[in-house]
């Protein structure tokens, strides 16, 4: 999900067929579907089980949805064009500490009885 050509993909939706029924946006896969995964071995037909394996507790549980979600700071180096910029706002952007963005990520898997039909990855960076 992007929106117009010049912004970045911040979410990556892998889902079954029948399970978005709003796929008009859509691409189709070029590859079979139980061929995408992620490293860790994410994919579409886990179990419930397995995904705990991989993943550990939910941070939360809505329905048939479980949510995972991270934050980390990512230091602003010296040679970045804008680094001066955020410097000079360290007080009210970074509570006094060097420039840094944070990224945060989020996985949210849907469940169809016990088995994942839907994996949506998402990854957004920000300042201040």
Known sequence: ?????????????????????????????????????????????????????????PESIAGSSWEYSW?????????DKSYRYWL???DECFEGKKPFFTVSSGIRLRFDGDKVVSLILSRVESFC
């Open 1 to 57: 999900m992007a929106g117009p050509p010049e912004n970045e993909v911040t979410d990556v939706r892998v889902v079954e067929l029948g399970a978005y029924k709003d796929r008009s946006n859509c691409r189709d896969l070029t590859i079979s579907g139980d061929k995408v995964r992620t490293t860790s071995g994410l994919k579409l037909g886990l179990t419930a089980q397995r995904v705990r394996g991989i993943l550990g507790s």
């Open 71 to 79: 934050d980390a700071e990512v230091p602003i180096p010296p040679t």
């Open 88 to 90: 000079g706002r360290k």
